[in-house]
């Protein structure tokens, strides 16, 4: 079940490392040994099926019954009504905006300010280590800390950020009711644990393009900006793509920090920062239509297909414009 | 990893400014958790806030503990991450052993699958999951929790990165050249290459199951915890005492800080290892 935030790291590797053929084995193998392998991969593969791939199916199915929570092993046939009943809620398409809007304030800042500390952190510098290690630090936290910590933070009478904002002259915002104001304290909170991972990615691939690519470039008189965007970025490419998907499919399924950010299902008084997966929450296990909301999953499964899909496609236009 | 490759450029006094104030922001959080923590409520809503700790602290920590059950949260949050930790790294390495070294009909579909559904985020299964624990009277128990993270694709992916550099041919082949089996293969030659890669994935694995939540919130409730769901429990009080949740939130995260603090350098590396490179 592992993190709700996308676990750890790669996925989709750019260019595969070649797989060096396994040694040709001398003679005919014994049955043993041929079977072997599919020792080897069984327990992943069993525990899988059972926990990980039959539910995501099964959802589908669920998706088209009536089942409650309290009465969890009955099902009764609907077909396509938990879907319809679903377009017919005004909260859903807010929280479908709000997914939305959410998503595309925390992933934008984020992943820009990772590349600038990539950036930097790619340098020759003095504590290199500490500054990685500094740039992690947000990462060793759950998202429930976190967002306890950052709503407190964020307190309309007595939070932090109000105090300061009102000591410089500002005037002190809701960061609780006021959609926008809102939507930005959430969004700070994903900003604020994935910042410095998504640099560490970036650094990773940045350490990979060759130097002399730099060397060549400053020959010809290219300055830093210059160096930047013309050897760093487009040698990125690869890793800008994967990290825009995983965080895309991150803030598709954002979830704990809109449910403890005021500590409710709702998702605000108005529901003005309830993501679609609090909606999934709220439906299965505050209203205790487990049918609906695996409709709910299965919106948002089509959700992350397309989205990828556009990510693909983008990925593979640039690339082509490039050449 | 070439970590210490040189860099093209040295940083200048703007670099180190930057990294510093960033290094400050993602600093704040934590001193301001133990700062809340360690302050008594009325001080956390005086018209001018405390910024340095305060002599609170314990009684704080002792407030969360009783409020929210979080010795038994902690308790259950390392027997879960232990078990899960040590689960996701034995199939890892064994699947990844197979995948990396070894031929056999449908390694490429099945890795494909693997490779293919890390993509796919686990809420989407978790209704058929719940309903399925329900059915086995798993709920609110430990194995709810454990059961169904005992496999990650993500490690045997990462596990099979690993073995294909790590591992050298030439080594599988004495082996058989002996006469030995796959397995003991695996005992005697695949184990040892593979610890340092097991190393890092078990801490990757430990930090994220000690952080989950979405299913621990679902499966558990807050008779039985994980310190995650006695979080929630704990900010979910009808007037909250905003020092005594930042007190949970404290106890909540100096575990995995602990690990960071000693480990942190590997864990770096660990996750530049497994990212993307051009």
Known sequence: ?323 | MQLTRRSPLTGGPLAYTVLIAATVVFAFPFYWTLVAASRSNSELSAATPALTPGPNLFHNLGEAVQQAAIGTALLNSLIVSAAVTAGVVLSSTLAGFAFAKLRFRGRGVLLALTVGTMMIPPQLGVIPLFMVIVKLDLQNKLPSVILPSLVSAFGVFFMRQFLVQALPDELIEAGRVDGASTLRIFLSIVLPVARPGMAVLGMLTFMATWNDFFWPIVALSSQNPTVQVALKSLGQGYVPDQSVVMAGALLGTLPVLLVFGLLGRQIVGGIMQGAVKG
Not at chain 1, 137 to 157: H, K, N
Not at chain 1, 228 to 253: E, Y
Not at chain 1, 312 to 322: G, L, M, P, V, W
């Open chain 1, 1 to 323: 079940m592992a993190t709700t935030t996308p676990p750890a790291l790669s996925a989709g590797r750019g260019p595969e490392p070649p797989v060096p053929a396994a040694p040709a084995a001398k003679g005919r193998p014994r049955r043993s040994g041929r079977l072997a392998p599919y020792g080897f991969v069984a327990p992943f593969f069993v525990l899988f099926a059972a926990f990980g791939l039959f539910p995501l199916l099964y959802t589908a199915y669920v998706s088209l019954h009536r089942v409650e929570l309290q009465t969890a092993d009955r099902m009764d046939w609907l077909g396509l009504q938990n879907y319809t009943r679903l377009l017919d809620d005004p909260f859903f398409w807010k929280a479908l905006g709000n997914t939305f809007t959410i998503g595309v304030l925390s992933t934008v800042p984020q992943l820009l300010m990772a590349l600038g500390l990539a950036h930097l952190l790619n340098y020759r510098l003095r504590g290199r280590t500490f500054f990685r290690v500094a740039m992690l630090l947000p990462y060793a936290t759950s998202v429930a800390a976190a967002t306890l910590v950052f709503a407190q933070l964020f307190g309309r009478d007595y939070g932090l950020i109000n105090w300061v904002l009102s000591s410089v002259g500002l005037h002190p915002v809701d960061w609780q009711a006021e959609t926008w104001a809102s939507q930005v304290g959430v969004s700070t909170i994903v900003t604020w644990r994935w910042t410095g991972y998504n640099a560490l990615i970036y650094l990773a691939g940045m350490q990979a393009i060759p130097g002399e690519l730099y060397e060549s470039a400053a020959m010809d008189g290219a300055n830093r900006w210059q160096q930047f965007r013309h050897v760093t970025i487009p040698g990125l490419r690869p890793t800008i793509v994967f990290t825009v998907v995983v965080s895309t499919i991150g803030a598709t399924q954002l979830f704990g920090e809109p449910l403890l950010y005021e500590g409710s299902s709702r998702g605000g008084i108005s529901h003005q920062y309830q993501t679609l997966g609090l909606y999934l929450y709220e439906q299965g296990w505050s209203f205790f239509h487990l049918g609906r909301a695996a409709a709910v999953a299965w919106v948002m499964f089509l959700l992350i297909v397309v989205l990828a899909l556009l990510n693909a496609a983008i990925a593979a236009r640039r690339n082509r414009t490039d050449r």
